[in-house]
């Protein structure tokens, strides 16, 4: 009888509930880029995979389907990190419960991929005072978008917390 009590207490002491246990984000070693390394996301937790998000018109006076209608690429970057921002809040999320990033950068014709631009847009929403998380994130360069004038595409993954 012992030895069955005992059994249980250690497996109830083991199996516990996925909600108790912490996402675990291990930054680049003596690195101060703004990603991280790795995330471990534990059993148990809800994962929320976003579409890729696309940037909106900035600008309603301009040509539609020109640069000037969406602007430049931190614009953009801006742009798309704020309408994945609200798709997250009306699923009661924030930026920080983003894990992982995959971002789809184009270059303006004849121009070489602005990622300082990109970078300037992304810093105002990762690794700040009021949002310290980090994700995970590749970046590409691609040659287009389904709209010419789109620089930024991003598509993210986060965890419920």
């Known amino acids: 009888m012992k030895t069955t009590f005992a059994a249980l207490a250690l497996s109830a002491a083991f199996s516990l ?3 108790a246990q912490e996402l675990i984000r291990h930054p680049i ?3 101060d880029f703004p990603i991280l390394q790795a995330v471990e996301v534990p059993a148990g937790m809800t994962t929320v995979y976003l579409s ?3 940037p909106a018109m900035i600008n309603q006076d301009a040509e539609p389907g020109s640069l000037e209608a969406y602007g430049n690429t931190e614009e953009q970057t801006v742009s ?3 309408r994945i ?3 997250l809040e009306a699923m009661e999320m924030s930026v920080g419960d983003i ?3 995959q971002a789809f950068l184009v270059a303006p014709e004849g121009e070489a991929v ?3 631009g990109f970078m300037a847009g992304y810093r105002q929403f990762f690794g700040t005072d009021e949002q310290p998380n980090l994700p ?3 970046a590409m360069v691609v040659e287009a978008l389904v709209n010419p004038a789109w620089l930024v595409e991003l598509e993210v993954t986060a965890v419920r917390p």
């Open 29 to 31: 070693p003596n690195s």
């Open 80 to 82: 798309v990190m704020t």
């Open 17 to 19: 509930p996925a909600a």
């Open 52 to 54: 890729g998000t696309v």
């Open 85 to 87: 921002q609200s798709q």
């Open 114 to 116: 602005d990622f300082d």
């Open 99 to 101: 894990i992982k990033m």
């Open 136 to 138: 995970v994130r590749s």
